[in-house]
T-cell receptor, first 117, second 110 residues
Framework: SAVISQKPSRDICQRGTSLTIQCQVD?????MFWYRQQPGQSLTLIAT?????????ESGFVIDKFPISRPNLTFSTLTVSNMSPEDSSIYLC??????????????FGSGTQLSVL | DAKTTQPNSMESNEEEPVHLPCNHS???????IHWYRQLPSQGPEYVIH???SNVNNRMASLAIAEDRKSSTLILHRATLRDAAVYYC???????????FGTGTLLAVQP
């Protein structure tokens, strides 16, 4: 299993500013994922962050807007840059653990509730 | 990317069984079927997963169709604490991108 600490749990930000969300895992994991969940909606994958390589972004998400760091196997950050009210959402980090496919599971942080004024 | 489809919502009465269906007709032979649930104001949590055979754990049972194109999550006795959004996703093997469908919002009536 994996325990994920995600900070901050919520924030209210001004338009045009940036917020960095941190995700700390209690064990070393290769694959980490960042999701966005808009109110009442499902999770949308923003990017996959593997340690030692550039993050891979999904269609509709770009590095300039959502830069990601992955300095080691237990930590990652997602920055929401130059925020607008449309960025108001819940942001979640997730890890994939288990090694072999039989044992793989996903674990999620508790999320960051972002409101942009 | 392999996708899943689920009903948007379902209702159940407390103490009764609940069967939550999921279709995944484009599943590959090495994809595992995973179920997660998201309680209000929390991140999703693991429920159960399987490959071909039916699976049981303390939370639920997973029934997988013989052709693997569909599966059903079974909650044997729903409680009010089971009210959540339930997501069925495919993981592992050929599916590296973890794409969530709409999920099923389960309401449990007392």
């Amino acid at each position: 299993s994996a325990v994920i600490s995600q900070k901050p749990s919520r924030d209210i930000c001004q338009r045009g500013t940036s917020l960095t969300i941190q995700c700390q895992v209690d064990s070393q994991v290769t694959m980490m994922f960042w999701y966005r969940q808009q109110p009442g909606q499902s999770l949308t994958l923003i990017a996959t962050a593997n340690q030692g390589s550039e993050a891979t972004y999904e269609s509709g998400f770009v590095i300039d807007k959502f830069p990601i760091s992955r300095p080691n196997l237990t930590f990652s950050t997602l920055t929401v840059s130059n925020m607008s009210p449309e960025d108001s959402s819940i942001y979640l980090c997730s890890v994939r653990t288990g090694g072999i496919a039989t044992n793989e599971k996903l674990f999620f942080g508790s999320g960051t509730q972002l409101s942009v004024l | 990317d392999a996708k899943t489809t689920q009903p948007n919502s379902m209702e159940s009465n407390e103490e009764e069984p609940v069967h939550l269906p999921c279709n995944h007709s484009t599943i590959s032979g090495t994809d595992y079927i995973h179920w997660y649930r998201q309680l209000p104001s929390q991140g999703p949590e693991y429920v159960i997963h399987g490959l071909t055979s039916n699976v049981n754990n303390r939370m639920a049972s997973l029934a997988i169709a013989e052709d693997r194109k569909s599966s059903t999550l079974i909650l044997h006795r729903a409680t009010l604490r089971d009210a959540a959004v339930y997501y069925c996703i495919l993981l592992g093997g050929a599916t590296n991108k973890l794409i969530f469908g709409t999920g099923t919002l389960l309401a449990v009536q007392p």
